[in-house]
């Protein structure tokens, strides 16, 4: 029986010809990466057992980009802190306002990971690589903790899924749609602790950012991880990009995989999450006259450059409707520099939005962004959860570029085709 190549990624980092689902190993690790909202309950812990040191200052990356800029005092101090540890312990990968952007935009643009690697972070959508063809998954702060200490890690083989897409998308229907729809099949936890394979002729045409964004929200079905097996899409992304030699792994064609799911993509519209789950959705005919008070275009879900770009193409000549307001934050300094020069936020500007530099900050209810009691919200971010944006009384609805964009000029859920004049 083969492996799959989840199974090949994790026996070669433990030195082993073969793993197998359930199967407990010790694996290398060659990126560990955390946040300021991760890296203080690193450094609790360090103290705790009396040590001070990393497995390897060029193998620890370190963005501080959730409550940055600061937000206010306590998120200053805890910066201040993880700049501190930073710095004493010279991480070359160490990325500073104005250098940084959101984690999971930020390691694959920078080349920092790479096909074959196996990489954990301080966040559950560390998961983002995947589409890399990397191994990569969230983990606690003691793990976390393990890994930048010893640069070694136990797992837990998982099982796999392989997700199979057939057909041509429609106009507007992107990566968010396939995972959003995807999610919406098997639910909040038809994934667990399984490794979400994705495959299939769509595939094979997804962009690079499609791929990162449906990797991204393999952790809302509950996924160890969501992998993508590397071809010329891949291979061109990482040229040029990648910092350090990468392996490509691929699943044998007798890989065992705990379940097969196939889908037509031509069947399936833009899609909207409904509160309070990812799962919790509806196709865009079917959503119905839901009126939003703010829209937020971006996060390590939806902020690269091509994301903007939609946004762009349904916003032209077209304004954001009374008392709504849209946010956009793109998700790296690089996606702000290009979407700037490109005229983007020319368009932006036009249509009455505003825009941030990058911060996850709306997207975890801490700030540039905040909803109050009782405010809806049209988000392209990945988790809709009682409370995620803001007040317990305030709903998020999850969604494309397209989908937001459209949104925002309607003042209520919206689709793309009611604004564009294409």
């Not at 200053?76 to 984690?103: D, L, P, T």
Request: charged share 25%.
């Amino acid at each position: 029986m083969g492996m799959t190549i989840t199974e090949k990624i994790l026996a070669s980092h433990s030195g082993m010809d073969k793993v197998s689902p359930g199967e407990l190993i010790n694996a290398k690790i060659d990126i560990a990466m955390g946040h300021d909202l991760s890296i203080p309950e690193v450094i609790d812990k360090l103290e705790d057992i009396g040590v001070d040191k990393v497995f390897d200052k060029e193998r620890v990356v370190i963005v501080p980009d959730h409550f940055t800029p600061n937000k206010d005092i306590q998120a200053a101090e805890n910066c201040k802190r993880v700049r501190g540890f930073a710095k004493r312990h010279r991480i070359s990968h160490y990325y500073e306002v104005g250098e940084m952007g959101i984690c999971h935009a930020l390691l694959p643009e920078k080349g920092i990971v790479g096909a074959g690697d196996l990489v954990v972070g301080g966040d559950s959508h560390t998961c983002t690589y995947g589409a890399l063809g990397a191994f990569s998954t969230g983990v606690g702060s003691s793990d976390l903790t393990a890994a930048i200490l010893t640069g070694m890690l136990w797992f837990k083989v998982p099982e796999s899924i392989r997700f199979v897409y057939h057909g041509t998308l429609k106009k507007w229907v992107d990566g968010k749609d396939l995972i959003l729809h995807t999610i919406g099949d098997i639910g909040v936890d038809g994934a667990l602790y399984k490794a979400m394979e994705f495959s299939g002729e769509t595939i094979d045409q997804l962009p690079m950012s499609g791929r990162l964004t449906m990797a991204n929200m393999a952790i809302e079905a509950g996924a160890k991880n969501g992998i993508f097996e590397p071809d010329q899409t891949t291979e061109k992304y990482l040229e040029g990009r990648a910092r350090r030699p990468y392996k490509i792994f691929r699943s044998d064609a007798d890989a065992l995989y705990a379940d097969v799911r196939e889908y037509d993509v031509g069947r399936i519209e833009p899609q909207v999450a409904f509160p309070h789950l990812p799962s919790n959705t509806k196709a865009i005919s079917e959503v119905g006259d839901i009126a939003i008070d703010q829209v937020v275009i971006g996060s390590c879900t939806n902020g690269r450059i091509e994301d903007l770009r939609v946004a762009a193409q349904v916003l032209q000549g077209n304004k954001v409707a009374p008392y709504v307001r849209l946010i956009i934050i793109p998700a790296t300094q690089e996606v702000y520099r290009q979407a700037m020069q490109e005229g983007l936020f020319e368009i932006f500007l036009d249509a009455k939005a505003a825009i941030s530099t990058p911060t996850c900050g709306p997207c975890v209810g801490g700030h540039m962004g905040v909803l109050a009691k009782g405010e809806r919200a049209v988000s392209t971010t990945n988790r809709n959860f009682i409370g995620r944006m803001g007040h317990p009384e305030s709903e998020v609805f999850l969604c494309n570029p397209a989908v937001a964009a459209a949104s925002a000029v309607k003042g209520r859920i919206a689709s793309p085709e009611e604004v564009t004049r294409i």
